[in-house]
């Protein structure tokens, strides 16, 4: 079964420090791996994916995400956060099921970012 | 181009009554995924629908169901409503049914059962 851990729940770091958000997952065959953010208020949003080839991934608004397969790992970093950058970052990861496929979430780590 | 559009954004229901909550994709998208988000179980898959066939299910009660019609949108419906069933219910859609695009989140509608 899928399944995917986000190590911290609650981050809280002053503008222009470095974020790394940890994320590991556990799924037997191929994936695809997600990061979604949602900003106070606001829907849930893609942030960036991988599903092949590099794995540094580039997403919106200067994150990026390193896919490990040896660790099971997707983690998350900005070299300076910003305090617009306060939100809940989710990780997922979606492995090809017969018939179909699901995405499964973390349980999320909501970020604050004191200005 | 429109986003996802979930109707209605608010519901008030009564434990053991019924519900019905409707999503509307982005145009062109096929594939509708529904997910129960709630602040101690994060977001909890219900199912997939592609091309109006239920492609996968999560580990829900069979109070929970949903169809997709030809025209992708989607439909969940929850029977005999529990307390535990007050959530964000999110649809997301995404273009095809491969997990390479990712999903694209409508506002959710946010059901409350007293």
């Known amino acids: 079964a899928q399944s995917v851990s986000q190590h911290n729940h609650h981050v809280i770091l002053s503008e222009a420090a470095s974020l790394e958000l940890g994320c590991n997952y556990s799924y037997g065959g191929t994936v695809n791996l997600f990061w979604y953010v949602q900003y106070p208020g606001q829907h849930l949003q893609l942030l960036l994916k991988?599903?092949?080839?590099?794995?540094l991934v580039k997403g919106i608004k200067g994150f990026e995400a390193e896919f490990i397969k040896s660790k099971f790992s997707f983690n998350l970093r900005k070299p300076s956060v910003q305090w617009s950058d306060t939100a809940e970052y989710f990780c997922?990861?979606?492995?090809?099921?017969?018939?179909?496929?699901?995405?499964?979430f973390g349980a999320g780590t909501r970020l604050f970012v004191k200005a | 181009k429109a986003g996802v559009t979930q109707t209605p954004r608010y519901l008030i229901k009564t434990r053991g009554q019924q519900v019905t909550l409707s999503c509307s994709p982005i145009?062109?998208?096929?594939?509708v995924s529904w997910y129960q988000q709630t602040p101690g179980q994060g977001l909890q898959f219900l199912f997939e629908y592609f091309s109006e066939t239920q492609r996968n299910k999560g580990n829900f009660p069979g109070r929970f169901s949903g169809r997709q019609f030809s025209n992708s949108r989607s439909e969940m419906n929850v029977s005999t409503l529990e307390l535990g069933d007050s959530a964000l219910y999110l649809c997301?859609?995404?273009?095809?049914?491969?997990?390479?695009?990712?999903?694209?989140f409508g506002s959710g509608t946010r059901l409350t059962v007293v």
């Open positions: 997301a859609s995404s273009p095809a049914q491969t997990a390479n695009y990712g999903y694209t």
């Open positions: 145009s062109g998208h096929r594939s």
């Open positions: 991988y599903f092949s080839g590099d794995p």
């Open positions: 997922a990861v979606s492995g090809v099921n017969t018939g179909g496929f699901k995405t499964i």
